[in-house]
């Protein structure tokens, strides 16, 4: 059965690579999208942080009632 010549050796290997465009600032796209991903992954965290901060101090949102534009009940 083996003929000691597979018929996928006979394949030739193909490096191509295709260039969709050249930038100078090209590192500082990267580190751009890099803090935006990291950003995304913990604005929900930092959100809910603030909301169980308000809730557990009773204030109305997240300014304190002294900074609120609503007068406070007398």
Known sequence: ?????SPAAK????????V????DQLEKIRDGA???DTIGNWLP??????????WHTG???PLPARLS??????
Request: aromatic share 2%.
């Open 1 to 5: 059965m083996d003929a000691g010549v």
């Open 11 to 18: 394949i030739p290997e193909v490096d191509k690579q295709l």
């Open 20 to 23: 969709l465009f050249h930038s």
């Open 34 to 36: 890099r803090l935006l």
């Open 45 to 54: 965290v930092i959100v809910v942080a603030i909301g169980a901060c308000c």
């Open 59 to 61: 204030a109305d949102g």
């Open 69 to 74: 534009a609503r007068p406070s009940p007398a």
